[in-house]
Nanobody, 115 residues
Framework: QVQLVESGGGLVQAGGSLRLSCAASTYIFSRYVMGWYRQAPGKQRELVATITSGGSTNYGDSVKGRFTISRDNAKNTVTLQMNSLKPEDTAVYYC?????????WGQGTQVTVSS
């Protein structure tokens, strides 16, 4: 069982920045693909970004060029730097840890972008 705790959400004006962090409680953190997903009201959960243990990244089309995912395997953390935020980025953001068929979710952190 892996526990994921997100932090860093909040309210920001359009064009601003936020930094989300996720701390994982596992001694084999480096073996997990880590990711961020988001879910807006009335919409399905969607990919924001993922990062492999080796540092390869993948981004959803709507955030490419604005968001950056990174990880620190020594600290068991994954971070999402969000720049040039738009009102449509408003959602609950969830941290995810994936290893084979095992996947874990955090409880989510709210990000609200005002216009």
């Amino acid at each position: 069982q892996v526990q994921l705790v997100e932090s860093g959400g909040g309210l920001v004006q359009a064009g601003g920045s936020l930094r989300l962090s996720c701390a994982a409680s596992t001694y084999i953190f480096s073996r997990y693909v880590m990711g961020w997903y988001r879910q807006a009201p009335g919409k399905q959960r969607e990919l924001v970004a993922t990062i492999t243990s080796g540092g390869s990244t993948n981004y959803g089309d709507s955030v490419k060029g604005r968001f950056t995912i990174s990880r620190d395997n020594a600290k068991n953390t994954v971070t999402l730097q969000m720049n040039s935020l738009k009102p449509e980025d408003t959602a609950v953001y969830y941290c995810n840890a994936l290893r084979g068929a095992l996947g874990y979710w955090g409880q989510g952190t709210q990000v609200t972008v005002s216009s």
